[in-house]
């Protein structure tokens, strides 16, 4: 396995990211233009953004003071009862900069205007956060969706708690071991999480969003990773998918009194470089037609593990491919279906499944086909293959599996960019989480946390 998404889409951003810079790419689908703002009196329903300095008061500055407004209240509620301070707002203040215009003025922190391009970033030195109303913020919102603006500033605002709370540049200089920039970064997400989740639990005066609102924005995060196959010692090193998108939902999740704790000692990276000379030739990814004959087996020898550790007989299923979409089943499973009936695992080879395989990644597929060894598993433990708790079992246990990979150093085993394509393809698919009724847990958001809890806790708490 090992592979490298490819994505259409495409825009070049570089994203500095607080106390270092990064280098991404901004790539997703038009969204449906829904607003994160409440419906307020006046113009726009949002913010004035008259305190952004070098605003030019249109749209997208708009967006942005209203989501820094929300964010500084935010922080002002619950900064005294999580750190026993007073918030301080930012002594530089907020910029926007027109990197369209060759004679904008350029922010605190940067020699020119163009020097900002693509960028959103906090200046500890100035204490300032900017962003550029041009190149980045009007691409993440129509790629996907106002909600994507929402977590970058606010990500930018956990760099600004940081520094408040003794975590200056210096003390990360002198201490590398202890503050990684890759956990800096994933505090900085836990923050925004904590943030999103105030928000959508109705406590913001601005800002809304629900959880079904999510998933697209979170392909934000997502796209906001560290290219595949650094290695997160590396000094620039932000995280895999995986890793930001666990930081964010950990911050939704469980709130800031987690993010606040979180050091070296009790997070786990997934994040590393490639293995071998020839998995960084091939990026990772195994064709089609190898990966089914390569996985099969070992998905065999996984599950039959796992069933007869508790006692119960595996029945192998019988894996076959067809053109044809899946028969066997009598719901929609998606491209690969178990049959209970007649023990069989089909594998549709046509359209769809092979172009989730080129454009997401060899374990785009990967997962979805360990989702169906997940469902002849529960068949022979002899558990229910409808309902949420099928549903929730199945991409737990797919975790699981997922999860053992991770800890080869040897044969077969994940490649870097593995996890992070599990990721988009439950964020934008239900097919690993459906059920022999055809039916899935609903958004993408928490199949993914479900599948976390498998990765990162192993079978045992799959509770099957």
């Given at each position: 396995?090992?592979?490298?998404s490819?994505?259409?889409?495409?825009?070049p951003?570089?994203?500095?990211?607080?106390?270092?810079?990064?280098t991404?790419?901004v790539?997703?689908?038009?969204t449906n233009g829904d607003?994160?703002?409440?419906?307020n009196?006046g113009?726009?329903?949002?913010?004035?953004?008259s305190f952004?300095?070098?605003?030019d008061?249109?749209?997208i500055?708009q967006?942005a003071?209203?989501?820094?407004?929300?964010v500084k209240?935010?922080?002002?509620?619950t900064f005294?009862?999580?750190?026993d301070?007073?918030?301080?707002?930012?002594?530089?203040g907020?910029?926007?900069?027109?990197?369209?215009?060759?004679d904008?003025?350029?922010p605190?922190?940067?020699?020119r205007?163009?020097?900002?391009e693509g960028?959103?970033?906090?200046c500890?030195t100035?204490?300032?956060?900017a962003?550029?109303?041009a190149?980045?913020?009007p691409?993440l919102k129509?790629?996907?969706?106002?909600?994507?603006?929402?977590?970058?500033?606010?990500?930018?605002?956990g760099?600004a708690?940081?520094?408040?709370t003794?975590?200056?540049v210096?003390?990360?200089?002198?201490?590398?071991e202890?503050y990684p920039t890759?956990?800096?970064?994933a505090q900085?997400d836990?923050?925004?999480g904590a943030?999103v989740r105030w928000?959508s639990?109705g406590?913001?005066?601005?800002l809304?969003i629900?959880?079904?609102?999510l998933?697209?924005?979170?392909e934000a995060?997502?796209?906001f990773?560290?290219p595949v196959?650094?290695?997160q010692s590396d000094?620039?090193?932000?995280?895999?998918a995986?890793?930001?998108?666990?930081?964010?939902?950990d911050g939704?999740?469980k709130?800031?009194d987690?993010?606040?704790?979180?050091?070296?000692?009790?997070?786990?990276?997934?994040q590393?470089?490639?293995?071998?000379a020839?998995?960084a030739?091939?990026?990772?990814n195994?064709p089609?037609?190898?990966l089914?004959?390569?996985?099969?087996p070992d998905?065999?020898?996984?599950y039959?593990?796992?069933?007869?550790?508790?006692?119960?007989t595996w029945?192998?299923?019988?894996?076959k491919?067809?053109?044809?979409?899946?028969?066997?089943?009598?719901?929609?499973?998606?491209?690969i279906?178990?049959?209970?009936?007649?023990?069989?695992i089909?594998?549709?080879?046509?359209?769809?499944?092979?172009?989730?395989?080129?454009?997401?990644?060899?374990?785009?597929t990967?997962?979805i086909?360990?989702s169906r060894?997940s469902m002849?598993?529960?068949?022979s433990?002899?558990k229910?293959l409808e309902?949420e708790?099928?549903?929730r079992a199945?991409l737990?246990?797919t975790?699981s599996?997922?999860?053992?990979?991770?800890?080869?150093?040897?044969g077969f085993?994940l490649s870097?960019?593995?996890?992070?394509e599990?990721?988009q393809?439950l964020l934008?698919y239900?097919?690993p989480g459906r059920d022999a009724?055809?039916?899935?847990?609903?958004?993408g958001f928490?199949r993914v946390?479900?599948?976390?809890?498998?990765v990162l806790q192993?079978?045992?708490?799959?509770?099957?």
């Open positions: 396995m090992r592979s490298r490819v994505l259409a889409f495409v825009v951003v570089v994203l500095v990211a607080g106390l270092s810079a990064c991404t790419s790539a997703g689908t038009p607003s994160v703002v409440n419906e009196p113009e726009a329903g949002g913010v004035d953004p952004v300095h070098n605003t008061g249109g749209e500055d967006l003071a209203t989501v820094i407004t929300d209240e935010y922080w002002t509620e005294p009862s999580t750190f301070e007073e918030w301080e707002d930012l002594k530089g907020y910029y926007s900069v027109d990197t369209a215009d060759d904008a003025k350029p605190p922190c940067a020699r205007a163009s020097d900002v960028n959103a970033f906090y500890p100035e204490d300032v956060i962003w550029d109303r190149a980045l913020l691409v129509e790629k996907f969706g106002e909600a994507a603006v929402m977590f970058v500033l606010a990500h930018e605002m760099h708690v940081q520094r408040r003794g975590l200056s210096e003390r990360q200089q002198r201490e590398p202890k890759i956990l800096i970064e900085a836990c923050y925004a943030f928000v639990d406590n913001a005066k601005h809304k629900s959880k079904d609102r998933d697209t924005a979170m995060l997502v796209m990773r560290d196959g650094t290695e000094q620039d090193a932000h995280g895999d995986f890793d930001r998108v666990s930081a964010f939902q939704y999740d709130g800031l987690l993010c606040k704790e979180m050091s070296v000692d009790n997070r786990t990276f997934t590393r470089g490639f293995l071998s020839d998995d030739e091939r990026g990772g195994l089609f037609d190898d089914l004959t390569t996985i099969t998905l065999e020898t996984y039959k593990a796992l069933v007869t550790a508790k006692g119960k029945a192998t299923p019988s894996v491919t067809s053109d044809a979409s899946p028969e066997c089943a009598r719901t929609d499973q998606g491209p279906a178990y049959c209970a009936e007649s023990r069989e089909d594998v549709a080879t046509g359209d769809e499944l092979p172009q989730l395989h080129v454009e997401i990644g060899d374990f785009a990967g997962t086909l360990a060894f002849a598993a529960l068949a433990l002899e229910p309902g708790d099928a549903q199945l737990c246990v975790g599996y997922t999860g053992m990979l991770l800890t080869r150093q040897q085993s870097p960019g593995d996890l992070d599990a990721i393809v934008r239900d097919y009724g055809g039916k899935a847990v609903p958004t928490d946390s479900i599948f976390r809890t498998g192993g079978v045992d708490a799959c509770k099957v």
